[in-house]
């Protein structure tokens, strides 16, 4: 793979399933590298295999179907001709799709209601003379007045509030009437779902005073009309999102992070399953047994049970929870990640991904799994071999290593993620591929404070985050040296996010054992990246410690005992790590003659190596490509 082969990857949408179960549709979408932006369609295909693939809508920017409860229509999102996601609706059985929304700065995924008739949804709603008909520099200042006001690759937050929306009565002549705004006040909202007998809405939300200065969010309902009274069903104790009622309108079910005393511990906990009565009348119960496993992702509620996503040592099964609780069972797993399911009529679909490819669609069944779609093209990746190392205290540390073609010795290069509490896993991942089709060795494994290895691996890194995060690395690292095709003497280390501050730590206290460095979107000071970054108002306290520790842990600190050749790559609009992390960084080393450079990249934000422009995708490549070159 080279960098500009970012154009045969793909990813599937969630799928969505015809009420029978006859029939998927999800949206397809790749890279460009000629209009430089992801092309999307929706596409179909039976899911008894009998025909591959077809292609439903010709949109460039087509997102999100779902298909209406009676099976006669599909919503689904298309960019206007601002760029801005609106909600259209399409004949499920043919036909031209029609828009039923028009909001300023475009609408979110759709609900359909259990009726068919009506689609609830979320959209920003603008302050007046902002964004809409102004340039962003005439536009009136902003008056601040909580910590919490802006969100990496969106903006600002504090002037286009996220609301909950119903629109009008679907209309088969394709006129739209205006919608419905359910709520209102200076609060986020998400998740919406509809009560079975459609009386009610469900959302998420953090409706409380102090929403800004905690990790509350609550569960909530309303009626689906204007000005309606809103009611919260979740306790005000956790991180709650996604609830979804059950069939009989009793009972919700949840997403939830337990936050500790403090309402503010977010490191290394373990999503659970919840329910609680829908009228409140009691305390939500944990379904999902102990601390483990990380549930991820939506709930959907079938028949025996809830079926959801959970991690697991690099993959991500799916799995069902009972409705009473107790240990989920794996319907599908092993080693691969399932991205997104949908159930209907008694048949389950997936989009699974795995060494070979980045998601298929599948059908589930006691009998295995079967492949209904094939839209990997022109990649023969290169395999990923598992490895479990051990700590100098013992402790087993798993991870891949991926060997490029030929007899070596092949240089290394040691990549680290970020999170920290995210996990590397089976799936085919482009940083991997490019480096090992350019003739590169690649190390990348899950120390603790990963996820998906349990509660207590997450919180183990908890106040000496660079000391215990490096003893597993470099463990994995020696490990995975004694294969004789790698060159123990041509060894880098790069990483982005927490593993761009495991990158500036582990080059300042073992640089010694590395020929150069990448450090991308780094944490490196605590203390400025308290205050400038979205997240940093809660951020350090739970994972570094109280601020009179934060010099010690900060990478920053160690900056002169630097020796290696290191760049920096960040992007000009990261607001999760402030583009002042790199350029303090950067200063530090360049004032003391050190060999270093920064690569900025305009218009960006802290997912430029995922979701930016193909163009500057490309061009990250080619600059880390071009420095390992240089220096190994």
């Known amino acids: ?235 005000g104790n956790l991180d709650a999102w996604g609830g979804r009622f059950s069939a009989d309108g009793s009972t919700v079910f949840f997403g939830g992070d337990e936050i500790g005393p403090g309402l503010d511990d977010f490191v290394g906990q373990t999503t659970g399953v919840w329910s609680v009565p829908a009228d409140a009348s009691a305390e939500p119960t944990r379904l999902t047994p102990g601390q483990d496993p990380r549930m991820a992702g939506p709930l959907l509620v079938v028949a025996d049970g809830l079926l959801g996503l959970a991690e697991n040592r690099g993959a991500m099964d799916l799995v069902l929870v009972p409705f009473g609780g107790g240990e989920p069972r794996v319907v599908l797993g092993d080693k691969v990640q399932v991205q997104s399911f949908d159930s209907a009529g008694g048949v389950t679909v997936a989009v699974v991904a795995d060494g070979r490819t980045s998601g298929e669609l599948v059908l589930v069944s006691e009998d295995g799994v079967t492949r209904l779609t094939g839209f990997a093209r022109e990649l023969d990746p290169l395999p990923m071999a598992e490895l479990t190392a051990h700590a100098p205290d013992g402790y087993p540390v798993h991870g891949w290593v991926t060997v490029p073609e030929g007899e070596g010795p092949h240089p290394v290069v040691l990549m680290i993620h970020g999170g920290p509490f995210a996990p590397y896993g089976h799936q085919l991942f482009d940083e991997t591929q490019v480096l090992a089709a350019a003739g590169y060795a690649v190390v990348m494994c899950n120390p603790r404070g990963s996820s998906g290895y349990g509660h207590e691996h997450g919180r183990a890194i908890i106040g000496s985050v660079g000391e215990v995060s490096a003893a597993d690395v470099l463990a994995f690292l020696d490990a995975a040296l004694e294969d004789g095709r790698l060159d123990s003497s041509r060894v880098g280390v790069m990483g982005g996010s927490h593993g761009g501050f495991m990158t500036t730590w582990i080059t300042a206290h073992h640089g010694g054992r590395f020929r150069a460095a990448i450090s991308e979107r780094a944490v490196n000071a605590i203390d400025s990246f308290h205050g400038s970054s979205d997240i940093g108002s809660l951020f350090p306290g739970p994972l570094y410690g109280a601020p009179q520790t934060w010099a010690k842990e900060s990478p920053l600190t160690y900056a002169d005992q630097i020796d290696v050749p290191f760049l920096i790559i960040h992007s000009e609009e990261d607001w999760r790590c402030p583009v002042e992390q790199a350029q303090r960084l950067f200063v530090a080393l360049k004032l003391r003659g050190h060999e270093t450079e920064m690569l900025l990249f305009p218009g960006e934000g802290h997912e430029l190596s995922r979701s930016g422009l193909p163009s500057h995708r490309v061009a990250r490549f080619e600059a880390i490509l071009d420095w390992w070159q240089r220096h190994m």
């Not at 990496?152 to 286009?160: E, K, M, Q, V, Y």
């Not at 409706?207 to 200065?213: A, F, I």
Request: proline share 10%.
């Open 1 to 235: 793979m080279k960098p500009a082969d970012i154009v045969h990857l793909h990813s599937l949408s969630v799928p969505t399933l015809s009420p029978d179960g006859r029939r998927a549709v999800f949206a397809l979408t790749r890279p460009d590298l000629e209009e430089d932006a992801y092309l999307g369609s929706l596409w179909s295909v039976p899911t008894d295999g009998s025909a591959p693939p077809a292609r439903l809508t010709r949109g460039t920017g087509d997102s999100g179907p779902v298909f209406s409860p009676d099976g006669r229509w599909i919503a689904f999102l298309r960019l206007d001709g601002d760029k801005h996601a609106q909600i259209h609706v399409l004949p499920a059985d043919g036909g031209e799709p029609w828009k039923i929304t028009s909001h300023p700065l475009g609408a979110g995924t759709p609900c359909w209601s259990p009726d068919s008739t009506r689609v609830a949804y979320t959209a920003r709603v603008p302050e007046p003379n902002r964004y809409v008909g102004v340039e962003p520099g005439k536009e009136p200042p902003r008056r601040i007045t909580r910590v919490r006001y802006r969100l990496d690759g969106l903006g600002f937050t504090n002037d286009r509030r996220s609301h909950v929306f119903v629109s009008a009565p679907v209309d088969a002549s394709g006129e739209a009437g205006e919608p419905v705004q359910v709520t209102g006040g200076d609060f986020e909202h998400t998740d919406v779902a509809w009560r079975p007998d459609g009386a009610e809405l469900l959302f998420a939300a953090a409706r409380h005073e102090t929403w800004d200065t905690d990790l509350v969010q609550d569960v909530w309902a309303c009626a689906p009309q204007e000005g309606a009274q809103v009611r919260r069903v979740t306790a």
